[in-house]
């Protein structure tokens, strides 16, 4: 099965990796796996799989993470309609 994907390349997902402290909050709650480690340190892995919840910027204690939460889930439901081709599922 194939990744869910949102607009390639939309997503206002931003991480300071010189702030991050390591503590993983973003991999845990993450949703779709947007998040790895590499070098004690969150790196975005896949951030057209991003759909902006806000779950790790929230979460994130150290305030390395920040996003615009609800632009992705916005542009899911855009793409569900056109795919669709109504917004009223008929």
């Known amino acids: 099965m194939d990744r869910f994907r949102y607009l390639p390349g939309v997503v206002t997902l931003q991480i300071d990796v010189r702030r991050c402290d390591g503590c993983r909050m973003c991999v ?3 949703p779709h796996a947007v ?3 590499q ?3 969150a790196r975005i892995l896949d951030a057209d799989a ?3 919840c806000g779950a790790c910027a929230k979460n994130c204690p150290s305030g390395a993470i920040t ?3 609800g632009v992705g889930c916005a542009t899911a439901m855009l793409i569900e309609t056109l795919h669709r081709g109504s917004c009223c599922g008929g």
Request: glycine share 0%; proline share 0%; charged share 35%.
């Open 28 to 30: 845990i709650v993450c």
């Open 35 to 37: 998040f790895c480690m």
């Open 39 to 41: 070098d004690k340190k």
């Open 50 to 52: 991003c759909m902006e």
């Open 67 to 69: 996003v615009r939460s």
